[in-house]
């Protein structure tokens, strides 16, 4: 289990990111993860798939990043649940 905090609020949850992934590296400076969750991933502002946050995502998915590292998610199977809004 991971502890996460909002530092400007004290709110905290715990998060099970217990999965694992193979990573393949692209020469261009890209990477696919093949996962199997649960694992913790960021997403920016317009820079991924998923909105703005702190997503634990569950089950079996791959994430490309480009060389730019926009995320873009692809899911088989499973969820993906914003931890932040725990942290309001």
Known sequence: ???VTNTATGASTLVDAGGSAMVE???DGSMTWYVTGPVL????ENAGT???GLSNIDGQFV???SPTFYKTLTMVNGTAYNVCTDLD
């Open 41 to 44: 991933f960021g997403f920016g």
């Open 1 to 3: 289990m991971t502890r």
């Open 25 to 27: 590296y692209g020469t």
């Open 50 to 52: 998923l909105p703005r």
């Open 63 to 65: 994430v490309e990043f």
